[in-house]
């Protein structure tokens, strides 16, 4: 064979790969709204910088007749390539082959890409599309998993993972985007469960659609199992490579910085906040009078939305910010706002990224539900990763910081560097309404008139303790600013903790309340 | 109200235990220590289980599964422990006993009922 012939079947070889489950497969993913797993890799990275490996790989199961079977690639795609001009990691299951099923040689694949972007302190975005497990390899399959959530372990908190569910993704295969740092999901294209709608039926006779049962919109809003909901795949992209631009490399970089930026938001920031600490606003919009160019890349919008996530920038620098959301649930803590902001306080700790807090809270949300769901534990994870968090950490107190959640939202006692409060600040053990009632419950049961006794004696507390210069006066609050400061006084805390740098006691780890 | 521009799915099946909605619900107020926050509430708060104080003469299956045997009849009169019915579940067969000494004073389900988790299987009543 002449050096041409011998390329020409190379190029006949890797065509072929290419075609993947071939034309017939192809077009049953299109018509499902599904792009192929190629076709996302190259929405995702930049153009031309895509190379793949291992296409030539082939599974090893003989079992039912697979012996005979020819899988392309084995159902999954690997390879590095660029983003913005950085490097990534990728893999993306391939449905058209054989469901996307994981066999053995396809969970070789996919470990030998993940073990590559630890290597390299890269980050790693995986694209799931499977039917599951290849039933036909048996305990082969199970052991690939393994294998996959192991790695996905090791390398949490040293390189940026991030899961893509564009397709099925069943049993037991969801446990490795649950252990990455971002989820996307995608509507009517994603599903994550456990026990799918089949299971169900036969064991309680329910019927439920996949995606009643594990949609999209389900996981975005209810489980908290996707970070970011989007209603097309070219939607999602943009997403993904929006949030690459926020975030280190790896556990030893600072994010990209970026110009400097301005905030443009209109409203002046004084007018957000209503005078009345009962009635609710928008917190992003003190977000977005505050961040450069008024950006604000919300995470986890829909779950929780009483406490609100997300990254900005300031002064070009990427930065976390926390937020208690008074529009929603009166911006109360709750199960599932404290396991929210915990996620996030833990993964900018892991990534240098300094946290800036703005807190407005009544405290925990009261209710037996709330109680017997274990808010005790649930809530003691958002006091533990702002304690355990060495970056910087910067609150603002606008209205309300009463009790256990004046504590837990980042406050002096937990180490914060800077605690700023706007002359609107209430730092109290309770709100004036429920202290009066404690504190002058005699004296309202005894008066003539109760309640105007009680209105009295709440205006009395209010004069007294809803403000920020009690707190103030004992050093828990560096300084009260005028709302119109903000900005630059956190752009300056930001400057002066640059350096930061404070140990804890030697330990394997902690143990966090999980 | 919360900005949600995103389409809406249907989540009726979410809202399968109707719920009677207070007055202070349908104001959406958040009470905090006594005092009333004006604010919107979310899908979940929405269909929050009320709790409900448990009744000890009713006995509810603590996981979905199939009724495989039922050995006692209305009327009987059984000891702690014996067993009153077998509930399969997860492919196990769980031995559900009486909780006191006590008489069956209904049984509403049937030798091969499929049930949900919390149904309430047998009701009985302490017997001195």
Known sequence: MSLKRNILDLRKRKDQVRLGGGEEAIEKQAAMGKLTARERIHAIVDEGSFHEYDMFVEHVGTDFDMGNKVLAGDGVVIGTGTIYGSSVCLYAQDFTVAGGSLGLMHSRKITKIMDHALKMRVPLIGINDSGGARIQEGVNSLAGYGEIFFRNTLSSGVIPQISVILGPCAGGAVYSPALTDFVFVVENISKMFITGPAVIKSV???????????????????????????????????????????????????????????????????????????????????????????????????????????????????????????????????????????????????????????????????????????????????????????????????????????????????????VFAWPTAEIAVMGPEGAANIVFRKEILEAADPEAMRQQKIQEYKDKFANPYVAASKGYIDEVIEPHETRKILLHALQISAGKDVQGPSKKHGLPPF | MFRDHRKNTDFHHFNQNERIMTDQEKKQVIIVHSAQYQTTYNKKYLNRKVWEEPNFNHIKSYIPGTIIDILVKEGQILDEGESILVLEAMKMHNDIQMPFKGKILKINVEKGQKIPKSFVMLEIEPVE
Request: net charge neutral; glycine share 8%.
């Open chain 1, 204 to 418: 309680l006779g329910e019927d439920i659609s996949m995606e009643a049962l594990g949609g999209a919109r389900v996981h975005a809003e209810i489980t908290g199992n996707a970070h970011f909901y989007a209603l097309s795949e070219k939607e999602c992209f943009e997403q993904i490579k929006k949030l690459i631009t926020y975030i280190p490399w790896n556990n030893t970089h600072k994010a990209k910085a970026f110009p400097p930026k301005e905030p443009k938001f209109k409203t002046k920031i004084e007018n957000i906040v209503p005078a009345d600490a009962r009635l609710p606003y928008d917190i992003r919009d003190i977000i977005k009078s505050i961040s450069d160019g008024s950006e604000f890349f919300e995470i986890m919008e829909l779950f929780a939305a009483n406490i609100v996530i997300g990254f900005g920038r300031m002064n070009g620098e990427t930065v976390g910010f926390v937020a208690n959301q008074p529009l929603v649930l009166a911006g109360v803590l709750d199960c599932d706002s404290s396991d929210k902001a915990a996620r996030f306080i833990r993964y900018c700790n892991a990534f240098n990224i300094p946290i800036i807090t703005l807190e407005d809270m009544p405290g925990y949300l009261p209710g037996v539900d709330q109680e017997h769901a274990g808010v005790i534990r649930h809530g003691a994870k958002i006091l533990y990763a702002y304690s355990e968090a060495t970056v910087p950490k910067i609150t603002v107190i606008i209205r309300k910081a009463y009790g256990g959640g004046y504590i837990a939202m980042n406050s002096r006692h937990l180490r914060a560097d800077f």
